[in-house]
């Protein structure tokens, strides 16, 4: 589906230029990397009006940067990096991460970039859903600089953001959470390369007695017009045992905290009924990962 | 408005002109009337445009031709020809992994890449790999048989 509404194709070098070009061109801009959502984006009607594109893929935004408190994941990072990145692959806390990406095609892995994922603000995706359970913030760019938006406010509704005008998603950061953490993610699909039916991100935090400290429960896939957080799971979890017992609380506390969307994938009873499946094996895999 | 860039498709440099919204798949098959790359969803769903973009697989449908300048495009119709074809066409041919052929030129094209990067593929990781791709007369044992024979040879 070509976008033929677009008359100019821009690919700037820097952040700065890319603000100007947003600037400029204000709502009649669109920022592209990947560009494996523009389709998913235009059959939604979208993107009228979009006549100028914006590929900030030589922008410099492509690199993982490992510090002491936290990893900066920068925006055209594409998932097939990730996938080959050591901190990704062998730290706990970021499982919910590598889990997400181990269902995309190759084609997808190549393409789609973690910027992309965060900025279509599109509520079946899957990598949002575990950097919400990851405590992670959006680093957004604009004319007064760079700010974090923390990702529960980013997404402010269906396809909707808060990014104010002229900013963009130049990175994504996951706070490193205090020892004995560990996170997973699971999605129930169709088939390899649909959207989710559901899917659940989870990551925990033990004590030194094997009790819950922190928890932090998302479902996503058709819950809402955003993955949705399942508060009541979580301060079940909280200062308990993780257990069979707290588990099976945890994953029904989390089906009656939902108010699911019915459409061609799934009903809105099916939905709610896999929410409660998917929390509690999320919570077995992070559980296993916790050492 | 069109505008010329340079595109290196199977190691050739052409100097062809787009439009700014053209897909890298309308510029092969249409400007350059190159085509294997088949047309199927045009959305991402099928991986019958699926080309190596520096040896990677991607969907040519949902690649812009703008963001391809630079980089180096293969398509089937730079694997092999008739007289000295790639080994993975030749396993496709010998495994009788072809029925309507729709699907054929974007699977190999996956395969290429996983031989690439795993010459020795188990099932599964042929299954994966092959994932982005679907094949409506549905001879996927056929094709895995191919995948495995070019990876004996
Ligand atoms: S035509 Fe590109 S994925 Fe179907
Ligand atoms: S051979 Fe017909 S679609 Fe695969």
């Known amino acids: 589906m070509a976008l033929t509404s677009v008359e100019a194709f821009h690919s700037p070098a820097d952040k700065a230029s890319v603000v100007q070009l947003l600037q400029k061109h204000e709502d009649n801009a669109l920022i592209v990397a990947g560009g494996t959502f523009l389709h998913g984006l235009a059959s939604r009607g979208l993107l009228t ?145 649909d959207l989710a039916i559901v899917n659940a991100a989870v990551a925990l935090t033990l004590d030194a007695e094997k009790k819950c ?5 998302f479902v996503g896939g058709g819950m809402g017009e955003t993955p949705v957080r399942a508060s009541a799971a ?29 459409d061609h994938r799934a009903s809105a009873e099916y939905r709610a009924a896999m929410a409660k499946v998917l929390v509690e094996k999320a919570l077995r895999k992070a559980l296993a990962r916790v050492d | 408005m069109k505008q010329i860039i340079q595109l290196d498709v199977n ?13 890298l798949l309308r510029a092969l098959r249409e400007t350059l009337g190159l085509n294997a790359s088949k047309r199927g969803c045009d959305s991402g769903g099928c991986g019958c445009c699926t080309v190596l973009l520096d040896g990677k697989a991607v969907y040519s449908c949902m690649t812009m031709a703008m963001q391809v300048k630079d980089r180096k495009v293969t398509t089937v119709e730079g694997l092999g020809k008739v007289a000295g074809l790639d080994p993975i066409q030749q396993a496709f041919i010998d495994a009788d992994a072809v029925q309507c052929g729709y699907c054929t030129c974007g699977i190999m094209m996956a395969a290429k890449q996983l031989l690439a990067e795993n010459p020795n593929p188990d099932e599964d990781a042929i299954r994966k790999g092959i994932s982005g791709n679907l094949c409506r007369c549905t001879g996927y044992q056929k094709i895995i048989e191919a995948i495995q024979l070019a990876s004996e040879r």
């Open chain 1, 49 to 193: 009006g979009i006549e100028v594109l914006i590929d900030i893929q030589n922008s410099g935004l492509d690199n993982i940067t490992i510090n002491t408190d936290n990893v900066v994941i920068g925006a055209t990072t594409r998932f097939a990096q990730l996938e080959t990145s050591q901190e990704i692959a062998q730290e706990a806390w970021l499982g919910a991460v590598k889990d997400a990406i181990a269902y995309p095609p190759i084609q997808i892995m190549n393409s789609a970039t973690v910027g992309g994922s965060i900025a279509s603000s599109c509520p079946f995706f899957d990598l949002p859903t575990s950097f919400l359970a990851l405590n992670g913030a959006a680093q957004a760019h604009g004319p007064d600089g760079s700010r974090d938006i923390p990702l529960e406010e980013f997404f402010s509704g269906l396809f909707e953001n808060s990014l104010a005008p002229a900013e963009f998603v130049t990175a994504i950061k996951l706070p490193q959470p205090p020892a004995n953490s560990a996170s997973a993610f699971i999605k129930l699909e169709t088939n390899a390369n």
């Open chain 1, 234 to 262: 979580e301060n079940l979890l909280t200062g308990a045992v993780v257990d069979e017992d707290s588990i099976a609380g945890a994953g029904e506390a989390a089906k009656s905290g939902v108010d699911p969307i019915s």
């Open chain 2, 11 to 23: 190691d050739e440099v052409h100097e062809i002109a787009v439009q700014p919204y053209d897909s």
């Open chain 1, 213 to 217: 400290r922190q928890a932090r429960v």
